[in-house]
C-alpha cells in the first residue's frame, strides 16, 4: 500500500452522494528534539518527525487519514540506549532501521444510534485506552515515553482492527472496546502492510483491551483491562507463548492552573517484561510558559530472568514556551533515566543517566 493509494481510496469516499454535505478537515505539526546525556557511550542526538491527519466528515460516519514520518536515530544516539528518553524518536522505521514515511492510520467510523460509535481501520490501539489530559503527547507534554502510556499494556503499533464506544451518562461510565490484530506495522519482519495483512502467520493472535470512564469537570477516572494471546518477543528469551494480560487505571485532577495525572498498572508475571507500572505527573500553567514534573516507576517481571536486570526509573522536567501566537512552542528539558539491564549475564548493562534536551514544534 502507498499513500498515493490510500488518497485515492479516501478521495472514491468523497464520491458518494453523501460527500456533498462532507466537511474536510486537516491539522499536522512537525516536531525537532535535540538530547544529549552524560553517559559517555552515547553521542548528542538530532530527531525530527512530521505528522498529517486528514478527515472526511459525512452524515452516517468519518473517514480519517494519517500520515507521518520520522529521521532515521543514530545508533550511537541517546534513544539506543535510553529508548524512552525520547516518545518521538524513531517512530516510523523501515526493516533496516531507518527513518521514512509511512500511512498509519485509515479507518472509518460509523455514527451509530444514540451516540454510539465504531471505528474499523488501520487504527492505533494505544490512543484509546489508558488516556490522560496532561501526559498523552510526547510532542506537547513530556517527552518521555513512560508518560505516554502505560509500561505494562502490551499495545501492539498500528494495525487492524476496530473500536467501539459507548457514550457515558448520568447512570453508566463512557464504555470504550478495542479489538485488534496484535501485530502492527512495526511488529512485523519487513514493517510493511503486505505483512500486516498475513493475518495467518505463526505466532500471530489478537489484542482486546477495554476501559471504562468517568469523567467530570475536576477530575476523571479511568480503569480497564487487556490481553494478547500472540508469542510476543523478550530480549534476552526468545518468544514467550504465555498468555499476556493485566489491568490498568487512570487518575487525572484539573483546577484552575494545576494538573495531577496518576497512572498504575499490573501485568501477567509470566508474559510480561514490565510487570508493574506507577507514574506520577504534575503541570501548571504559568503567565510564561506550562511548566511540567514527573516521575514513573516499572518493575521488570522477575519471572523472566535473574533479579540482576533491575528496574527501570523514569523522571522529568520541562517548560513549555509558547511561539508565534501559540502555533508554536520551544521546551527546554531535564532528565534522569535508569534502565535495567538488557542482557542478564550482564548486570552493568544496566544504565542510568541525566538527559538534557530541548524540542521544538510547530503545529499547523
Not at 478537515?25 to 525530527?48: F, H, I, K, N, P
Not at 500511512?103 to 467510523?109: A, D, H, K, L, P
Not at 488516556?131 to 503527547?137: F, Q
Not at 485532577?253 to 506520577?280: C, E, K, M, T, Y
Request: glycine residues 12%; charged residues 20%.
Amino acid at each position: 500500500m502507498t499513500i498515493r493509494f490510500v488518497l485515492i481510496a479516501l478521495a472514491a469516499g468523497f464520491a458518494s452522494p453523501a460527500a456533498y454535505s462532507s466537511e474536510i478537515g486537516w491539522e499536522g505539526g512537525v516536531t525537532v528534539v535535540y538530547q544529549g546525556s552524560d553517559d559517555d557511550r552515547t553521542d548528542g542526538e538530532l530527531t525530527a518527525s512530521a505528522d498529517l491527519f486528514a478527515s472526511l466528515r459525512q452524515t452516517s460516519g468519518e473517514w480519517l487519514l494519517y500520515v507521518e514520518a520520522s529521521s532515521s536515530p543514530s545508533s550511537d544516539g541517546v534513544s539506543a540506549l535510553y529508548p524512552t528518553a525520547n516518545g518521538d524518536a524513531g517512530s516510523v522505521l523501515t526493516a533496516g532501521g531507518d527513518g521514512g514515511v509511512q500511512v498509519s492510520e485509515f479507518n472509518y467510523t460509523f455514527f451509530l444510534q444514540q451516540d454510539r460509535t465504531l471505528m474499523l481501520g488501520l487504527i492505533d490501539p494505544s490512543a484509546w485506552l489508558d488516556r490522560g489530559r496532561i501526559a498523552n503527547d510526547e510532542n506537547k507534554h513530556f517527552l518521555n515515553g513512560s508518560f505516554v502510556n502505560n509500561n505494562t499494556i502490551a499495545f501492539p503499533d498500528y494495525t487492524l482492527g476496530g473500536v467501539f464506544r459507548l457514550p457515558g451518562n448520568d447512570r453508566r461510565p463512557e464504555i470504550t472496546v478495542v479489538v485488534s490484530g496484535s501485530d502492527g506495522i512495526a511488529d512485523t519482519p519487513d514493517r510493511s502492510y503486505q505483512d500486516l495483512l498475513s493475518l495467518n502467520d505463526d505466532g500471530r493472535g489478537v489484542f482486546i483491551g477495554s476501559g471504562a470512564s468517568w469523567l467530570k469537570e475536576h477530575t476523571s477516572w479511568r480503569i480497564g483491562a487487556w490481553l494478547r494471546n500472540d508469542d510476543q518477543d523478550v530480549e534476552g528469551f526468545g518468544a514467550v507463548d504465555d498468555l499476556n494480560y493485566g489491568v490498568y487505571g487512570v487518575f487525572g485532577w484539573q483546577s484552575g492552573a494545576h494538573a495531577i495525572n496518576i497512572r498504575a498498572g499490573a501485568a501477567n508475571s509470566s508474559g510480561s517484561v514490565a510487570d508493574r507500572f506507577l507514574a506520577l505527573a504534575y503541570q501548571r500553567n504559568t503567565q510564561i510558559g506550562l511548566f511540567g514534573m514527573g516521575v514513573a516507576h516499572t518493575g521488570i517481571a522477575r519471572g523472566l530472568g535473574e533479579d540482576s536486570r533491575g528496574n527501570a526509573l523514569d523522571s522529568e522536567v520541562y517548560f513549555r514556551i509558547p511561539l508565534l501566537d501559540g502555533a508554536a512552542h520551544i521546551t527546554p528539558s531535564l532528565q534522569y533515566v535508569e534502565v535495567p539491564a538488557v542482557d542478564v549475564d550482564d548486570p552493568a548493562s544496566g544504565s542510568s543517566a541525566m538527559i538534557a534536551g530541548v524540542r521544538l514544534h510547530w503545529s499547523f
